[in-house]
């Protein structure tokens, strides 16, 4: 019993008082420790989630941009294509339009030519060159 009176005596004495009010705080403190890691272990695992899954969506979005550049690729190749199709539609053009325009000239030349122009006067009209003008005046003119 004297020790617990002891124990007592000491427990409220001021130095007793100061002693069991830096327990209590330290085990405050220590508790609020454990509570705060606590939320930061479980704010780390929604971070780790969150990070895996940015990780699976930039993968997905890897694959999809992979895909379009096949494409892109493929559109160019025929952009390419199309266009070697069209220049190569543009010179038969002019070709057939330069021998339109020889045809018509041609016929020009030869009704000029019955109705007794000169040479030099079927040229002009015409921009025929002076050989094929000279064997149109001498088979068709007067």
């Avoid at 008082?17 to 509570?35: D, E, F, K, N």
């Avoid at 606590?38 to 895909?67: F, G, I």
């Avoid at 045809?103 to 030869?110: C, D, L, Y």
Wanted: aromatic content about 4%; glycine content about 8%.
């Amino acid at each position: 019993m004297h020790s617990l009176n002891t124990f007592l005596s000491f427990v409220m004495s001021p130095a007793g008082i100061v002693l069991l009010t830096v327990a209590i705080i330290l085990g405050v403190v220590v508790w609020r420790s454990l509570a705060v890691q606590a939320e930061q272990r479980l704010l780390s695992e929604k971070l780790d989630e969150a990070l895996q899954n940015q990780a699976q969506q930039l993968e997905v979005q890897n694959q999809t941009m992979s895909r379009l550049a096949g494409h892109v690729s493929k559109l160019g190749d025929m952009i390419t294509e199309h266009g070697a199709t069209f220049d190569s539609m543009r010179e038969d053009i002019l070709r057939l339009t330069d021998d339109v325009r020889g045809e018509v000239g041609t016929s020009k030349a030869i009704e000029m030519a019955r109705k007794g122009a000169s040479a030099d006067a079927i040229m002009k009209a015409t921009k025929l060159s002076a050989g094929d003008v000279d064997a149109i005046v001498r088979f068709h003119g007067k």
